[in-house]
């Protein structure tokens, strides 16, 4: 009974220590999302370089896309923006911006400036698609599958790391099961 005593807070403080151990062996960026391997959320919001011209969630369907969520004012955008242009260039798959809580004429001036890897940019000025698909900072990325179904999501800026390692051959991967590839 006398060793029970010493054991018990040992065993408890072990597990504390084992639980600390693990949570600091986890990256920050991967931020679990409720959303992987669940539809798209349905969305019709006009491109932002033509009021008017509307895309939908389903025109998407049959093709594997990414969605990068961007905003003229993000500083992290800036950092993350020449690797999209030069990621674009592959021509891997269509990538789709969405100009989040911006101003159209400077989601326009931006891209102009730094140079556009979208296939098309929608404006969600008020930011109810972001919200939809769960965004809580930009840049965010979200790569939809041939079925509309999200199979991946960035949480902050792209490395070349995480293009190489994670995106380029999960979207081979997609692409091939879809048939594309």
């Known amino acids: ?9 040992l065993a408890i403080f072990l597990g504390l220590v084992g639980f600390l151990m693990k949570g ?3 990256d920050p960026r991967e931020v679990p999302s409720p959303l992987i391997n669940k539809p798209a959320p349905a969305f019709a919001l006009d491109q932002l370089d033509k009021p008017g011209a509307v895309i939908k969630r389903d025109d998407m369907l049959g093709k594997v896309w990414l969605l990068n969520v961007f905003a003229s004012w993000c500083v992290a955008c800036r950092e993350e ?31 102009s400036t730094f140079g556009n890897p979208y296939e098309a940019s929608l404006y969600d000025r008020d930011g109810r698609v972001g919200i939809d698909f769960g965004v809580y900072g930009v ?12 199979r991946y999501k960035q949480i902050g800026p792209f490395t070349p790391e995480a293009i190489e390692t994670k995106l380029i051959p999960l979207v ?3 692409q091939k099961e879809a048939g594309n590839g």
């Open 81 to 111: 923006h020449p690797l999209l242009v030069e990621f674009s260039r592959m021509k891997l798959l269509p990538i789709y911006g969405l100009n989040y809580k911006d101003e159209r004429m400077a989601g326009m001036k931006w891209l």
């Open 139 to 150: 840049p965010e990325s979200f790569l939809i599958d041939a079925k509309g179904v999200i």
């Open 1 to 9: 009974m006398k060793y029970l005593k010493f054991l018990l807070p």
């Open 24 to 26: 600091l062996s986890l």
């Open 172 to 174: 081979k991967q997609l």
